[in-house]
């Protein structure tokens, strides 16, 4: 069975601050995993996904990702964050069944 | 590619109604996904379809929700009566399941207010 656990259900961060949103997965087979990002009234869109090809994955809006099979992570960062970066964020893994097992969400806030 | 397409993208109705809500993939995708979306759950898996084919509704609340995939390229999800607790956000995904990794691609969503 797979699971996913976000750390931290709201993040503050200043502008231009890094951004470090954290995700820990249990799973049975090699996992597949991903990021999405929900802006306010949207739906979720893919930001980043990892498929044990590389460990760093990059995604759009300058997010990455590095895969820690010891920690069984994959924390999102961003280097530098916008105003504009203020949104959801949820953590998804998925085994070979096709189903998306999600957590329950990081809400980030960037202040100016 | 026009992305998933959910209708409507708003709907209220009163207590009892029926309430359909629709659901086209993108094109050449073969999973279909239903997800309710709430401030007190968060996002719920409701029901998925491979190649057509309801595969797991454990997620469906109730017998009042039912949900359809006539074919490759549409799905509806209904809601028959609504009562004020269905008020959510709905989504429908879909993916690809062959030979992928399994991303899923969400459509804009369905805002169901039941008064």
């Known amino acids: 069975a797979q699971s996913v656990t976000q750390l931290g259900s709201h993040v503050s961060v200043s502008e231009g601050a890094l951004v470090l949103l954290r995700c820990n997965y249990s799973s049975s087979v090699p996992p597949y995993l991903f990021w999405y990002v929900q802006y306010p009234n949207q739906g979720l869109q893919l930001l980043l996904k990892?498929?044990?090809?590389?460990?760093l994955v990059k995604g759009i809006n300058d997010f990455e990702a590095e895969f820690k099979k010891s920690e069984t992570s994959l924390h999102l960062t961003k280097p530098s964050a916008h105003m504009s970066d203020a949104a959801e964020y949820f953590c998804a893994v998925s085994g070979n069944t096709g189903k998306l097992i999600f957590g329950q969400g990081t809400t980030l806030q960037v202040k100016p | 590619d026009a992305g998933v397409i959910q209708s409507p993208r708003h709907e209220v109705t009163e207590m009892g109604q029926e309430v359909t809500l629709r659901c086209k993939p993108i094109?050449?995708?073969?999973?279909l996904f239903w997800y309710r979306q709430t401030m007190m759950r968060g996002l719920e898996l409701l029901i998925y379809?491979?190649?057509?084919?309801?595969?797991?509704d454990s997620g469906m609340p109730e017998d009042r929700f039912s949900a359809k995939m006539p074919n490759a390229s549409f799905s509806t999800l209904k809601i028959q009566p609504s009562e004020p607790r269905d008020s959510a956000v709905y989504f429908c995904a879909s993916s690809l399941t062959r030979g992928s990794s399994y991303e899923q691609y969400f459509g804009p969503g369905t805002r169901l207010t039941v008064t």
């Open positions: 094109s050449g995708h073969n999973s």
């Open positions: 990892y498929t044990s090809a590389a460990t």
């Open positions: 379809f491979n190649n057509n084919v309801p595969i797991d």
